[in-house]
């Protein structure tokens, strides 16, 4: 028998790696699992707005890597053995998701504190096309840029730097103002994610790491605890553990409270979730701590407005993660049958409890009395939320070059994916006719959505009723 070795071509497979799904969050969460593996106590991101020479860095004060080192790193499948508790899997996340952001990475390390050896790699996914060769270079000296060495030349650890960033800037016009405000409603978006993904290892909660302090152009990214442990009115129930495929499962299942039972009109708006208080009911999945999915039952059960107080967190170690049929960019999980089975009465169970809480059914404690300087609540609404005076909370700290100017932190509703958009101000001019309807409206309208299957849909749409025109939404008691 003949054998003949077929080697892929380099430019069409790098550039069809391009397309495994990463999101602009999830590939910098990648990166961070490296650096979190790597030992790194920080991690600083930086976005800097240069037209078409803008670029992102990533930066950690982990162990470093060799030369050898950096060079298998980027190597198509690094070949790494993981040991438990890793947050790598496939030896494919520096380069598939950096690629599925940019066109040229460029990674800096140093190990020895006490030389100032620097090791510095590319790919340059226009040089491998142009030669189709599985080809890295080598940067010495002055081919260096100075942003990537930079953090270096003080501390161990790795820099990553994205340049030539066609899938993110891909403005006709790189220099014009909505390029840099897409540049900078990104690094907002990205707040909240790592706050949300890495929150156990911010806040110093995950077993067998240290704590991680992240930044994003100086300021520093605040955990997001979506079971709000810190309110005094969120209820645990039984926690369990459930064996699939040789390992443990841990279910933890929490009732949070009611808009009315919160300690403030912020920390309820907080705690609503970057995808706002219905769809963000439900798993909460961790891998080694840290987060795969947030929100949903994994079809399970329907989202729905009455059980929009039950979140769950389901967590395993990576031995289970082919039970999980976890995939490259980790954005994926699939709940095994197995555990399916077993989670069918507590899932229940916590389900009933929140219906529940939501109908008032808590008789144990009164609601929080108001302070009498303290204003009323917002409206509330039949999707059980509030207009909040804003779609998000406020960055922190002073603005640094390339610092998104808009707000919000993990409020507000919407998906992850789109920014950070203010309301609209209400509209200006005198009173028009003035339409009466009875409270029942309301109600009804609940009511109807829910069997049409679009109470979402539904909350949307009265929020924006509510924002654009308060008047009306008092007189239909909404």
């Known amino acids: 028998m003949r054998r003949e070795e077929i080697i892929p071509s380099a430019a069409r497979l790098t550039n069809s790696l391009r397309d495994l799904g990463y999101d ?8 961070i699992d490296n650096s979190v593996t790597a030992g790194a106590g920080k991690v600083g991101i930086t976005f800097h707005f240069d037209g078409p020479e803008s670029w992102i860095r990533i930066v950690d004060d982990g162990s470093g890597m060799t030369g050898a080192s950096v060079s298998e790193a980027m190597r198509l499948g690094t070949a790494q053995d993981y040991g438990e508790g890793d947050l790598g899997k496939f030896g494919l996340g520096l380069k598939t998701a950096s690629l599925s952001q940019c066109r040229r990475i460029s990674v800096a390390s140093r190990t020895d504190p006490n030389r100032r050896t620097i090791e510095v790699r590319r790919l340059d996914l226009d040089h491998v096309t142009a030669t189709d060769r599985w080809e890295i270079l080598h940067l010495t000296g002055a081919e260096r840029p100075e942003p990537l060495i930079a953090p270096l030349r003080e501390s161990t650890g790795t820099v990553v730097m994205w340049e030539d960033l066609d899938r993110i800037l891909s403005f006709r016009d790189p220099w014009g103002g909505w390029a840099q405000k897409y540049l900078m409603a990104l690094a907002e978006q990205l707040d909240r994610h790592l706050g949300m993904v890495f929150g156990r290892f911010i806040s110093g909660l995950a077993r067998r790491r240290k704590k991680l302090h992240i930044t994003i152009n100086g300021t520093p990214v605040e955990a997001w605890d979506p079971f709000v442990r810190a309110e005094p009115r969120v209820e645990s129930l039984p926690v369990g553990e459930f064996p ?32 706002n208080w219905n769809r963000q009911q439900g798993f909460y999945v961790y891998r080694a701590d840290r987060m795969i999915q947030s929100g949903g039952w994994s079809r399970m059960r329907t989202q729905d407005e009455h059980t929009k107080l039950a979140r769950a967190s389901l967590e395993f170690w990576p031995d289970l993660d082919d039970a999980f049929e976890i995939n490259i960019s980790k954005m994926r999980v699939r709940l095994p049958e197995e555990l399916r089975e077993q989670l069918n009465r507590p899932v229940a169970d916590l389900l009933k409890r929140a219906q529940e809480r939501y109908r008032g059914g808590d008789k144990k404690k009164s609601p929080r009395p108001r302070p009498p300087s303290e204003p009323p609540p917002p409206s509330p609404s039949p999707n059980g939320g509030a207009t909040p005076p804003s779609a998000g909370g406020e960055r922190r ?8 100017s808009t707000t919000g932190t993990h409020g507000g509703g919407g998906s992850i994916g789109n920014g950070v958009v203010s309301p609209p101000a209400s509209r200006s001019g005198g009173p028009g006719p003035r339409v009466s309807a009875p409270p029942a409206v309301a109600t009804a309208l609940q009511r109807a959505a829910e069997r049409a299957g679009q109470s979402d849909a539904l909350g949307l749409i009265l929020d924006e009723l509510r924002r654009e025109d308060p008047e009306v939404a008092r007189e239909f008691g909404l």
């Open 244 to 275: 699939v495929a040789g390992g443990l499962v841990r279910f933890s299942p929490f009732v949070v409270p009611a808009q009315r039972e919160f300690s403030s009109d912020a920390a309820w708006r907080r705690a609503s979730g970057p995808q």
């Open 397 to 404: 700290g002073a603005e640094p070059v390339g610092k998104p």
């Open 24 to 31: 602009f969050s999830n590939a910098i969460a990648d990166l």
